[in-house]
């Protein structure tokens, strides 16, 4: 059992996407983000710099940054960062698709599992830890793609289990200076002591390197859009990523639980981007040294209240960061030519308490409440001289509490109707939260309500929809160098439709679809009152067909459809809506050829769209990172 797993049976009174291992495995995968797609209202904006994470949009979020907005676990481990280029940042390349077992994305603040980042959701991925297996995936593609995952997992004597993954990745990109490789390595042992305790030990080590061609101009992409920009030189990015973790469980009883657990995580990232600064074009070298250190206690059983029984968790946990932060612009080829603006060391110290119960009170109702408390600590020093003027001091302790409501009625045996209330927060960013003259400022508050809806209307259809309001509180601006206020608020609205169909034995058509409102409703500049949120399009559209002619032959067409998205606050800047075109054959090769095996072949962006995966705008120019051409993959997954 990892953090959380005990929450399984009570989630269904939040709007939980979940992805199991028959999912993931579906066609292959050389990223997890693949599956976002497939979340109502999710999407992802790849900025196609080789090495650095995609930004994440989920519930009206979107301006967090390489995903900051939303929180990302990996067997309880944190993946996100609490000072880097954005606060939250989380890279899910460290992750090899073929080692999951089970993804859960949760759609607002609903989780008490994370505190910070978890305003729009969480992301939590576990890995395999049962099973005998060997299974593989291979595949390659246009643009020198090559992607190789292996997963093996032993049952062996006395009880014990191994789970082994490894994955290596690598191509040469559609636009010049593109090339890219990784390697990960991952494994799991687990120890059966006696009949009531088992220990385990998983470690992960990740290495990655790429060069990137950075963003073009808006007129450059019209006129070359697989094309680079001759002043970018030298930009790419450089990672080691290592974790390591102790669990220890104890049944206390036939229904109750103790789950210890510490880990340790080290990482060294180095990222040069190049983008417009002032007059001219620059490029800035960015370096972060990180070291975690994590400890908890999950206790977790059943019992009855009033003769109806009642699922509870309770958990603490204390987790400290330390990251060794520089910063240089102006640098030639990722040569420096002046002083560090930041040479600094940050610790963000955490301690969280959470609990959450499930109760039954009747046949037909379902309750959930949950309560997060988190407290923070920390403080920032000086490494080097600094050119910057960010202040860098202790950090004032912040505290915050979140409770989490839920209700799910079943109205009948084909209609189940829920009904939520959640609270999250986000810390200052940056190094506002180390300045002692922002020592007054609070956290930004997000609350959240929701109403949905599951119907299964006949055994060929399934259709679940969300609305769901989240407000925001003590937004935070900058008032001058190292000065921050709490000035600004937001309102979310949205609404969420998963559907699926099965007209007959041969088709599966799943449509996810979500609509979003995001609007400034307090500023400081009065202009900006009614605009909406940067960063986030107006919906996202997954159609997905399956068609089984035979037995052995499944075809795919996948048609993405993404709005049009706003690019500054003001609104006068809009990135165009885009959608294309994905499709696929699979076969599954006879049993006398091979066990569990089949090819796939797929047309990514069939119809070669030209589109802008993102566009943004900085130094007041329109800056585009291009989509993906069309591209051809042949893929082959087999087991032995």
Request: with cysteine.
């Amino acid at each position: 059992m990892v953090k959380g797993q005990a929450l399984d049976e009570a989630q269904r009174a939040f709007s939980v996407t979940e992805f199991r291992r028959d999912e993931i495995r579906e066609q292959p995968r050389q990223e997890v983000e693949s599956l976002w797609s497939q979340v109502p209202g999710m999407h992802v904006n790849h900025y196609q710099l080789s090495g650095v994470a995609n930004g994440l949009v989920l519930r009206g979020f979107g301006g967090g940054g390489h995903g900051g907005d939303v929180a990302a676990t990996l067997d309880g481990i944190p993946l996100n960062e609490a000072m880097s280029h954005a606060d939250g940042y989380f890279d899910l390349n460290v992750v090899v698709p073929l080692e999951l077992d089970k993804v859960n994305v949760y759609r607002g603040p609903v989780s008490v599992l994370q505190g910070n980042y978890n305003r729009a959701g969480l992301l939590e991925m576990r890995t395999r830890r049962s099973g005998s297996y060997a299974e593989f995936d291979v595949s390659a593609g246009s643009h020198g793609m090559f992607d190789a995952q292996s997963a093996l997992g032993r049952e062996l004597e006395g009880g014990d289990q191994l789970n082994l993954a490894t994955q290596h990745a690598r191509g040469d990109g559609a636009r010049p200076a593109s090339r890219h490789e990784r390697s990960t390595l991952s494994g799991t042992w687990k120890h059966h002591v006696h009949e009531k305790l088992d220990i385990s030990l998983s470690g992960r080590w990740h290495e990655a390197r790429g060069d990137s061609p950075g963003y073009l101009t808006e007129a450059q992409w019209r006129q070359d859009p697989q094309g680079k920009d001759s002043r970018v030189v030298g930009d790419g990015a450089n990672k080691h990523f290592g974790t390591l973790r102790l669990d220890a469980q104890y049944a206390l009883d036939a229904d109750t639980r103790l789950l210890g657990f510490v880990y340790g995580t080290q990482q060294d990232f180095v990222r040069w981007f190049t983008r417009p600064r002032s007059a001219t074009w620059m490029q800035r070298e960015e370096r972060y040294d990180r070291s975690v250190l994590g400890a908890g206690l999950n206790l977790s059983g059943k019992s009855l209240l009033s003769a109806r029984e009642l699922n509870w968790m309770l958990g603490l946990e204390q987790v400290r960061e330390s990251t060794d932060y520089g910063y240089w612009d102006g640098l030639l080829d990722r040569r420096r030519t002046g002083p560090a603006l930041s040479d600094r060391n940050t610790r963000l110290d955490n301690t969280a308490i959470y609990g959450q119960a499930g109760w039954q009170p009747t046949a037909w109702l379902q309750t959930t409440a949950a309560l997060r408390w988190d407290h923070f600590d920390g403080r920032c020093r000086l490494l080097g001289a600094e050119a910057g003027g960010d202040e860098c001091n202790r950090m004032q302790g912040r505290s915050h509490a979140g409770p989490k409501l839920g209700a799910l009625a079943h109205l009948n045996a084909r209609t189940a109707v829920r009904a939520s209330w959640s609270q999250g927060f986000a810390l200052p960013s940056d190094f506002a939260k180390y300045a002692l003259r922002n020592s007054d400022l609070h956290a930004n508050i997000f609350r959240q309500s929701e109403l949905g809806v599951e119907w299964k209307p006949s055994a060929h259809w399934l259709i679940d929809a969300s609305l769901y309001r989240i407000s925001s509180s003590h937004e935070i601006r900058n008032t001058a160098p190292g000065e921050y206020e709490n000035l600004g608020a937001t309102v979310r609205k949205g609404a969420e439709l998963q559907l699926h169909w099965l007209p007959s034995r041969n088709w599966h058509v799943e449509w996810a679809y979500g609509h979003n409102r995001s609007e400034v409703t307090q500023n400081a500049d009065a202009a900006l009152l009614g605009r909406r949120v940067v960063a986030v399009p107006e919906y996202t559209s997954t159609l997905h067909a399956r068609w089984m002619p035979r037995s052995d032959v499944t075809l795919h067409g996948v048609l993405r459809h993404v709005g049009r998205a706003p690019i500054n606050a003001s609104n006068t800047e809009w990135a165009g809506s885009y959608r294309w075109l994905d499709l696929g054959l699979q076969y599954r090769l006879p049993a006398s050829l091979a066990r569990n095996a089949s090819l796939s072949l797929w047309l990514r962006n069939a119809t070669n769209t030209r589109y802008a995966s993102t566009t943004t705008m900085i130094a007041g120019q329109r800056l585009v990172a291009p989509g993906a051409p069309r591209s051809v993959q042949l893929g082959l997954q087999f087991s032995l």
